[in-house]
């Protein structure tokens, strides 16, 4: 229960998201830059509100 | 063996309460039922059905396997497609499709009294929403996270394709249209309610510089001191309220407000997403989930009384809230929270790209509509409890109540004072609560009431006010979200990137100012409107939602109907036979009624022959000729939005014989 809060928190904060996509990067592209987590995620943010995902 | 009994034991008392619940509010008559009995049919009905039904279209139709791999888990690229915890998903999803529908169209239904609304809302949402929202979410999960638009393309034909596309843009533009109506009803001549939405854009504008500028993750603490601040704000409004001068500083007419939300729409839709949108979006979700949870236990704690009787005499079609009998209007008055087709596009988007387990579609796509049908059910029972004449007198257009609006009221056999009016408007902080059309203000009344009774205190004026400024933050981030996503779409329709527009800000400005032109004339069309304007946009609003709502049910059935599960299309075939007939008749009675009250085109005629025959006086002449103009207009859009069905089914059925040949 507690992990779930956390993940939950991290979810939310988009530490979560972070995370993963640091994990994507060490595993695919280890030559590259990783975006560091400010950049990563007001892009993150720039892109969620191009698509439909609020609802009447 | 001793489990399984214990566990069919169980399933049986949750469905004989149910049904015995059921039974109880549609047939108990001539005394006040509680409304607990709405709730336990509510979730027995859903509980039923969550295990039952839900369970057999996973498994025997959709045949859902755990062991496939998701796209989540196939393309996991770090950014879109990532594998996430299944109650996180059903969040996400939940806070994706829940908006301020479900709460308005039953406080407008209610108009029919408690029984047609609510036995729409539980059958439709077990039936019809939660169905369409689980399949279509699974299809677009085995197809990679395609777009509904997308699937429609590759399973039907390109003529449906561009069909839906161009039924999307349109139902975007009419919901932001009506919903931006609702604010503009709402804090019409309420200097409390304007200060304290006004205050919300500074307060959301404030989170958002803190979570760009110094911690991109303190969402959630940034968040909590937003909403502290909003409450602060609800007070402040109250101090406006009391204060003489400023009072009317912030007491605006109609047209001034809708001209103001216009210009915010347009600042939303061009601004930086960071700075409004996001930050306005995170408070509006934590308020959301907040507000929808604290009533769940006010009502549990309170459990008020049903006061709307179960049918008022309004089916025949002479309601003074929306004309029309209960047969087709009520399943287009609420459309949300039974069966939406915007969520259609919701689960075709983020969500199937983050799903781990293939069983989870259960939970995500028929569970959190279930939760939407509740919330629904919430708003219809926060509706039913004010007294039935108080609730006439807040919804009913003034045009509807004539110069004596207690008389008239009472007699339509719903009992009423004038004084119990203004000494309601004095509790609530407001100057009156005649004609406060809208659905929000009733919403709010019925909220306060439950609020302040549950948790004793008799701050009523500020729970209503605190109601309003959900209802309104609610609403503004669906404003703001809509128009940029209606921007987008329409600069890929006018193929801005080919063109190497994309990156031009004069041509978003541009393609925000048409769409926001577009809903702005809607929204300037229904404050101008006499009638308070609801009569015209809420049908057409979920005209356009049941649309859509066919439009992915027909894509559902040709799915099922092309895989080797043909013989079960009927689940939602049904349902799109169903939302053919409801649509169809009532665009058509919408149209084409003779009855001034209903038919866009005979009160467009009517108007038409007393200007002709002179009766109208030259300096309104003007007026009334533009008002011709706009309902034939939306006759038009109706129209299209029936023939936009049409071509897809036919579409459909065509793609489905060439299978069989």
Known sequence: ?56 | MKKDFLNLFIWIAIGFIGAASFGGIALIRGEKISSLWFLTACVCTQLVAYRFYSAWIAAKILHVDGRRTTPANKINDGKDFVPTNKWIVFGHHFAAIAGPGPLIGPTLAAQFGYLPGTLWILIGSVFAGAVQDMIILFSSMRHDGKSLGQLIKDEIGKTAGYAAMIGTLAIIIILIAVLGLVVVKALMHSSWGSFTVLMTIPIAMLVGIYLYYIRPNGVIEASLVGIALFLLAVYGGKIVHYNENLSLIFDRSGKFLAISIIIYGFAAATLPVWLLLAPRDYLSSFLKLGTILLLAIALLIFHPQIQMPALTKFIDGTGPIFSGKVFPFLFITIACGAISGFHALVSSGTTPKIISDERDVRLIGYGSMLLEGSVAIMAMIAACVLEPGIFFAINSPAAALGADAAQTISSWGFPLENSTMQNLADQMGEKTLFSRTGGAPSLAVGMANIFSSAFGSNMLSMWYHFAIMFEAIFILTTLDAGTRVARFMLEDLLKFRDRKLHESIIASLFSSFLIVGAWGYFLYMGVLDPNGGVNILWPLFGMSNQMLAGIALTLATVIIYKSERQKFFFITAIPLCFLLVTISWAVIEKVFSADVKIGFLALANAAQFKIDSGLIANDQISNIKRMIFNQKLVSGIALSFMAILWVVVADAVRSCVKIKE
């Open chain 1, 1 to 56: 229960m507690k992990n779930f809060f956390q993940l939950l928190r991290d979810y939310i904060n988009g530490d979560f998201a972070y995370k993963k996509y640091i994990e994507h990067h060490q595993k695919n592209h280890p030559q590259q830059n990783a975006l560091d987590k400010k950049s990563f995620l007001r892009d993150r943010q720039k892109c969620k509100w191009k698509k439909i995902n609020r609802c009447c």
